[in-house]
């Protein structure tokens, strides 16, 4: 059981270039979100998508795109990368219909844009 | 959300008890405390949480003040490999994406000593 899984593990992009970040998780979960984390800071929400067919912005949205293609994967896309995109990068879901649940994490995209 | 305080840093030495406290004065009464923890370089990992009785499992204890404004995460026999940013989060417990939304804030860099 691989859980949450995240490719690629590192990218290194120039400024302009587009490229798409992918998540698939085989738990049968409804819910996925992406978050970035920057340099001494704490995880913040990107995009989610509560079940197969939907999306919403999260606290950071603007320079993404998502697309949750079916109800194990939800890509994250950047169209224009900018350096201020530089980030680690986790995707994240869990069951989204019951109390208390937990968050699983994968491991992360490490993302450089020169 | 309520706001969490958390000391930046803490020592523990191998075998011994780790105390990590954690400040949530402006909790609600439907807010429940989660932690979460994340190893250097990957995604975080969920811990524990609860509402307002004590909680243990197999990783840790979660110990709530009578009043709720403080809690304090227990790990029983520290280990190196507990050396961790830990989270404390307080959250309305529900299902959805209202759980996704976690705010993380800086947490406490949790080191243990040989």
């Known amino acids: 059981n691989a859980g949450v899984t995240q490719t690629p593990k590192f990218q290194v992009l120039k400024t302009g270039q587009s490229m798409t970040l992918q998540c698939a998780q085989d738990?049968?979960?409804?819910?996925m979100y992406w978050y970035r984390q920057d340099p001494g800071m704490g995880l913040r929400l990107i995009y989610y998508s509560a079940s197969e067919g939907t999306t919403d912005k999260g606290e950071v949205p603007n320079g993404y795109n998502v697309s949750r293609l079916n109800k194990r994967e939800f890509s994250l896309r950047l169209e224009s990368a900018a350096p201020s995109q530089t980030s680690v990068y986790f995707c994240?879901?869990?069951?989204?219909?019951?109390?208390?649940?937990?968050?699983?994490f994968g491991s992360g995209t490490q993302l450089s844009v020169l | 959300d309520a706001k969490t305080t958390q000391p930046p840093s803490m020592d523990c030495a191998e075998g011994r008890a780790a105390n990590l406290p954690c400040n949530h004065s402006t909790i609600s009464g439907n807010e429940y405390v989660y932690w979460y923890r994340q190893i250097h370089s990957q995604g975080p990992q969920y811990i524990i949480h609860g509402l307002k009785n004590n909680e243990t499992n197999e990783m840790a204890s979660l110990i709530i003040t009578e009043d709720r404004k403080s809690s304090t995460l227990i790990l029983p026999h520290a280990t190196l490999r507990d050396t961790a940013v830990y989270y404390c989060i307080v959250r309305v417990g529900g299902g959805g994406t209202s759980y996704g939304k976690l705010t993380f804030g800086q947490g406490t860099i949790l080191t243990v000593h040989p």
């Open positions: 994240a879901s869990n069951i989204g219909q019951q109390l208390n649940e937990k968050l699983f």
């Open positions: 738990m049968n979960h409804n819910s």
